[in-house]
Structure formats: C-alpha cells, structure tokens
C-alpha cells in the first residue's frame, strides 16, 4: 500500500505544472461559487436590515408627529373647558364669580402640572385673572400684581381671532423684564376668546404650557431612533437636538446663524419643500415629517415645524454599492472556512482530474503502441496511412511505404527462447 501510494505521489509530482494547474482553476471556480451564494445571502440579509431601519425611521417620525398632535389636542381640550368656565352676563366680572374661577383654576393646575400661568384677560388685555403653578403649589395672583398685556404678541394674536379658533405662540423660551429666565423655560402659550351669554367677545384665556414636558417626551420616543433625532421650527432653528448648544440659536443675538439650513443646506432643501420623505445623503439617511399644527384645531404663528432623523453611515453601513460589496468581501474573509473547504476540496478535485488525465494517456498509449517495441501498432499504423493517402491524393503527391522485417525471428524464438526474441524485436 505504501509503495502504490508512493508510486502515485511520485507520478503526480511528475506533472507537477499541470497539478497545480488544474488546482487553481478549481479553487477560483469553487471560491467563486462559494462567494457568490454568501453575497447572496448577506445581500438579502443586508436589504432586510436597510429596509427594517428606514421602515424604523418612518415609522419614529410618524409617532413623534402622532405624540405632539396628541398632546396638542388635549392641551386645547383644556383651554377650551377654562374658557366655558368663565360665565359673563352683561359683560360684568363680579367677584363671587372670579373666586370661583380661581378657585377651580387652581385644582386644575395642581392636578395637570403642565401649566405655568393660567390666565384671563379683558378685551384691553387687562389680567382679570392669573393663576401661577408656583413650581407645584399654584396660587392665585393677587389683583394689585396683575398686569395689561395688551402690547404682547399673544394677546393681539388671539383677541382678534374668531369663535371656536385657537392661536399657538411660538415655542420659545419664557422672558421676564425682557430677559431670558434662568434656568431656561421653554414655552408655548395657547389662547382662545371668551364670549359672554349674549354672545359678544369679553376677552381671551391664555395659558402657558411647559415646553419640558413635550421636550423630554419627544426625546423618550428620539430613543428609539439608531441615531440623531430633531424637531425644528419653520425657520430651521433646532428646538430639540442631541447637542444642548444647538438649540433656541433664535433667542439670542449672537447664535442667529445656528441653523439647520447652514449644516445642511442641500438637505434643507428638500425637507422644507416637501411634507415628508426619506432619502440618502452623501453620508447619512435622513427621515423627516411635517406637523402642522394649526390643522384642524389651531391657528398659529409658525407654520409647522419639522422632525429630522438622521443616521450616519456608520450606523447604517452598506446603503450604497460600494459599502456593501466591501461589507460582503469583509464577512467572506472572516468565514475562513469557505476558504479551507476550496481549498481541500480544490487540491483533491485537481488531484484526481490529473490522475484521470494520466490514466487516459496511458490508455491512449496502449491503444496506440506497441508495449515492446514503443513503434505504431497496426491500427494506428492503418490510421496515418488513411490520412496521409487522403492528403497525397488532395495535393497529387507522393509517398512511401517501408516494410522491415527480420529472417530467423523463430529459429531464434525456438533456439534461446521467447524473451531473446523479443529484445532482437
């Protein structure tokens, strides 16, 4: 057995260039076989992912859109039941029943804990009534500390709006004496007139809604995102953002070019000119959505706002061709037994098409010469002469036969035996 496998190791080695030869050719053949069902696989599994995370994406805006609208609503529910709270008849404010008021005013705002000022004012936007959450303890504002806001944005806004509409400021950040409140208070007041039973206008409800409250449930659903999630107003100016520096540029003097627009212009572009969309930029995937938040319910000043989500390639690797072909490449490497199985698999498949090719010749020999002597044997003598007669024939040529014989072969044969005969063949 040792010296069979001795003699077809000996032999192989012997065709040594063809061996190594036909390994390569099976090897790259089995190695791209190999490649091709993995990237089939990974590719498939590469899509899914892709289609899992912008499905993700869209599907975030669209809760972040639902939750703002939501609280909205309940947020005008309120103001709407504040505002039938107040009962004028012949356009008089008596006491009795502005104690009254206050006095359920204030079990409101301990109970919803979302409202900073709740308050109430003539058609002059004198403050018939205010009431202060007071950080949990909600008061009433005594009548010598109440002011006319008749100058302020939000009474002008809502006192000339009609019955049944309601006006949302901006969200920005709460001013006292002209200056930012420290620590900052983001704000957003609703308001909405008040008529008396006979119908005429007598004044306006307004209430000041604590922006932290949609701000940190904004950022408990922005979690769920893989990456960076952003609500900014019509003006690009970032509300919420990952980075605290970022936002409310709009509020002080020397952060007005802190913009989204001046990071992102080209994608600026497209997600102010369209209500909602998903594509890829050079480096990023970005959701965005459009609440506008005067639909149905409100009347406001901005005209929406916009939610961004953006993830960056490295987050979402292979969402173009290239990352993805270098992805595959990378996975293949790291499943190296692809390569250890090619090439086993190669080395044996080579070995035995060489020994094939061997067996072959070696049959091809015997069919066609003649084991002692290593001349033509009689068929493949008769084959070149069929051909070379065809050919002389073709082109009027000429050619010789030669015969070769030996006397005495049997004498020979029959004298020293068989074996001397055929060494004088």
Request: with cysteine; charged share 25%.
């Amino acid at each position: 057995m040792k010296d069979f496998i001795a003699k077809q190791v000996t032999v192989l080695l012997s065709h040594k260039k063809e061996l190594m030869k036909e390994f390569l050719i099976v090897f790259l053949i089995l190695m791209t076989v190999f490649f091709t069902l993995f990237s089939f696989v990974i590719y498939a599994d590469i899509k899914s992912e892709k289609n899992i995370t912008e499905f993700k994406e869209k599907n975030l805006v669209e809760i972040e859109n639902k939750f703002i609208m939501k609280e909205f609503e309940a947020i005008v529910s309120d103001l709407e039941y504040l505002s039938k709270s107040i009962i004028v008849r012949k356009n008089v404010f008596d006491e009795v029943m502005l104690n009254r008021i206050s006095d359920e005013w204030v079990i409101f705002s301990e109970k919803k804990k979302i409202y900073d000022q709740i308050r109430f004012l003539d058609i002059d936007g004198n403050e018939i009534l205010r009431v202060n959450y007071n950080d949990g303890a909600p008061i009433k504002v005594d009548k010598s500390n109440l002011q006319n806001k008749k100058h302020r944005y939000y009474f002008k806004d809502t006192i000339k709006l009609d019955k049944g509409q309601v006006y949302i400021s901006d969200f920005d950040l709460n001013k006292e004496n002209n200056q930012i409140e420290q620590p900052i208070k983001p704000m957003i007041r609703f308001g909405i007139p008040v008529y008396s039973n006979q119908g005429s206008k007598i004044g306006i409800v307004i209430i000041n809604y604590y922006g932290k409250y949609l701000i940190n449930q904004f950022k408990t659903i922005s979690d769920y995102s893989k990456d960076k999630v952003f609500l900014l107003n019509a003006e690009s100016y970032w509300l919420v953002s990952d980075n605290p520096q970022q936002e409310w540029g709009f509020m002080y003097s020397d952060q007005s070019n802190n913009k989204f627009s001046n990071t992102y212009p080209e994608e600026w572009r497209i997600i102010d000119t369209n209500k909602q969309g998903q594509f890829y930029s050079e480096n990023e995937l970005i959701t965005f959505g459009t609440i506008y938040k005067h639909k149905n319910i409100v009347v406001s000043d901005e005209k929406y706002w916009k939610i961004v989500t953006i993830i960056s390639s490295n987050k979402v690797p292979y969402y173009n061709s290239f990352n993805t072909i270098q992805y595959i490449v990378i996975e293949f490497i790291k499943h190296y037994y692809f390569i250890i199985i090619s090439f086993i698999l190669a080395l044996n498949i080579a070995v035995l098409i060489v020994q094939n090719k061997i067996a072959k010749d070696q049959i091809q020999r015997f069919a066609t010469f003649d084991i002692m002597t290593g001349v033509h044997n009689r068929r493949a003598g008769m084959d070149i002469f069929e051909r070379e007669y065809e050919i002389a024939i073709k082109n009027n040529s000429i050619f010789s036969i030669c015969f070769i014989d030996i006397n005495g072969l049997k004498y020979v044969n029959d004298t020293f035996g068989h074996q001397s005969g055929d060494e004088l063949i």
